[in-house]
């Protein structure tokens, strides 16, 4: 699936978010849900500590 800018991003769903840091683009490897004034965490509900740059749908993870 495309990434697509944050700022066009949905409320209240559950997401895959894209950082870039010094390092390079990295995606977090938990969902998360967009809410007025920032992001948290989709299961904790503890707001992030870093600016997401791009969103995509959130796959689960297959289990092993």
């Given at each position: 699936?495309?990434?697509?800018?944050?700022?066009s991003?949905?409320?209240?769903?559950?997401?895959?978010?894209?950082?870039?840091?010094?390092?390079?683009?990295?995606?977090?490897?938990?969902?998360?849900?967009?809410i007025?004034?920032?992001?948290?965490?989709?299961?904790?509900?503890?707001?992030?500590?870093?600016?997401?740059?791009?969103?995509?749908?959130?796959?689960?993870?297959?289990?092993?």
């Amino acid at each position: 699936m495309t990434w697509m800018p944050v700022s066009s991003a949905p409320f209240e769903r559950d997401l895959e978010l894209a950082v870039i840091d010094h390092s390079g683009t990295h995606a977090l490897v938990f969902p998360c849900h967009r809410i007025r004034g920032g992001w948290i965490e989709a299961q904790t509900k503890r707001k992030l500590e870093v600016e997401p740059t791009h969103w995509r749908e959130w796959k689960e993870m297959p289990r092993l």
